[in-house]
């Protein structure tokens, strides 16, 4: 008999593809598994039980901003924690790589901390996430947004003249050469907002050729949505990509119900063009603190300002009402800032949850000094909230939501299924007990009733705390592809 390096014995396995339990041992070797049999026949120099559990492939959180945070913190203790075992970074229009500026700047703080992680090309960036070793992989978008900083400098308020584009184009080539796997879009903010359809459009060329994807901030969420997801379904068009559409939701009070509009739309897009939409499983939003936004949500919570950082945490309604001001005042004195907005309906996020394009992604923002608890709690919240207490959807479904589905769309070859060859990103939870922690009163704690996370075959997690594995790494597109092809 075979002695495998791990075998995790006497588990319910969810094999990530949807399909009902089964009771198997799962054996690994190196950093790939190497066999799943009947329970009792594998034998291994590392036996963990899983009696009781569930043992799932890795989580794949498909909507992140963890570009440096892999690096400043490589045991990704906020991921691992939730058995999330590859981050897709890069979202939003903001990517930490490649950026040619000398400096940080204001809005490439929000993603990167230290001016040592910059890199002017993305294989440069890569190199030092690898060198970082971090507990889980990372995958990573180019963002449109950066990409304007590069080419445009500070002057944003315009269209990019055909020269900038060609230059955005031909720098998101080389970096979807290099490795990255798609570029992403915020239209939504101020560095990317006076983009035109045609310049995104046309800047992201290079995607089709490379076979990367195109994620999605949209221009709208509220109530201009219809009219953003049609601009996001011809650029994808136009460029010959798949298209995830980011956090889906519709936005703000007079807005609420409209999944009724949005799901059939995605439904009637979905027959024509590959297209998908991730989703965290909240009602508040999270992002930068923009007085245009607080009419439309019902709560706003302050996540950090640079100007009073003892205000982090706190209701901005209680810090108008001590400063005697309106909120709109009261946000305009403590920028820069963060906030959590109060603006979704409940059952438009269930019903976005449960369409058949929707995978998880927790669009957690790794800095913030008191971030939204999706952060830390997005994975557990689905299975123990979503699925198990209110029975959204099974079990396994919730799963194939955070594994296969997100692995496909994303071209992740190799990942996203317990089956033999596939790399050995593991999650063993107790289904009884797995629950998110985490609140927006305190959010910053890791989840109840993860077990152990393998990611390549080694510990990220273990008993409430990192296990010491350190084998995540920059996955690489144009090397996920050849695998496909062999595979
Ligand atoms: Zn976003």
Avoid at 151 to 159: A, I, K, S, T
Avoid at 445 to 466: E, H, Q
Wanted: glycine share 10%; hydrophobic share 40%.
């Amino acid at each position: 008999m075979t002695a495998y390096d791990i075998v995790i014995r006497n588990g319910q396995v969810a094999d990530g593809t949807g399909k009902p339990l089964f009771a198997a041992d799962v054996a690994v070797k190196g950093d790939r598994i190497a066999a799943v049999e009947a329970p009792g026949t594998l034998r291994g120099d590392n036996e963990i039980d899983a009696a009781g559990k569930v043992v799932a492939p890795g989580f794949i959180d498909v909507h992140t901003h963890d570009d440096t945070a892999l690096i400043d913190n490589p045991t990704m203790a906020m991921k691992a924690s939730q058995g999330v075992t590859t981050v897709v970074c890069g979202n939003c229009g903001v990517s930490a790589a490649p950026y040619v500026r000398p400096d940080v700047g204001h809005w490439m703080s929000l993603i990167i901390k230290k001016k040592e992680n910059l890199a002017k090309d993305f294989a440069g960036f890569a190199a030092k996430v690898d060198a970082a070793k971090p507990a889980i992989n990372g995958a990573f978008l180019i963002g449109h947004g950066t990409l304007r900083l590069n080419m445009m400098g500070d002057d944003l308020n315009r269209v990019a003249s055909p020269a900038e584009i060609s230059q955005m184009r031909a720098l998101l080539d080389q970096s979807l050469e290099q490795g990255a796997i798609g570029m992403s879009s915020g239209l939504f903010y101020a560095v990317s907002n006076a983009a035109s359809t045609d310049e995104v459009a046309e800047v992201a060329q290079p995607l089709g050729k490379w076979g990367g994807v195109y994620t999605a901030h949209m221009r709208d969420e509220g109530d201009h949505i219809l009219a953003a997801m049609d601009e996001t379904f011809e650029i994808g068009r136009r460029a010959g990509a798949e298209i995830i559409v980011s956090h889906h939701k519709c936005s703000g009070r007079s807005n609420f119900g409209r999944m009724k509009e949005t799901l059939p739309k995605f439904t009637e897009a979905m027959k024509r063009q590959q297209i998908a939409f991730d989703v965290y499983p909240y009602i508040a939003g999270s992002t930068i603190l923009r007085t245009d936004m607080l009419e439309r949500a019902d709560k706003v919570l302050i996540t950090w300002s640079e100007k009073v950082p003892g205000l982090s945490g706190r209701d901005l309604a209680d810090i108008a009402r001590e400063m005697g001001c309106s909120m709109k005042e009261a946000g305009d004195r403590i920028q820069p800032a963060g906030a959590i907005y109060f603006m979704m309906d409940e059952k438009d996020v269930q019903a976005a949850m449960s369409h058949p394009g929707a995978m998880i992604g927790s669009d957690g923002i790794p800095f913030d000094a008191h971030p939204h608890p999706r952060l830390w709690g997005t994975f557990p919240r689905v299975l123990g909230h979503y699925s198990r207490d209110l029975a959204l959807f099974p079990l396994e479904d919730a799963v194939r939501r955070m594994t296969s589905y997100s692995a496909r769309r994303f071209h992740l070859t190799g990942r996203g299924e317990v089956k033999p060859g596939y790399y050995a990103d593991l999650c063993v939870f107790d289904p009884a007990t797995v629950i998110d922690t985490a609140t927006f009163e305190q959010p910053m704690t890791p989840a109840a009733g993860i077990d152990t996370v393998l990611c390549n075959g080694a510990i990220a997690w273990r008993d409430g705390k990192p296990g010491g594995g350190r084998a995540g790494r920059a996955l690489h597109r144009q090397q996920m592809q050849d695998e496909a092809k062999t595979a």
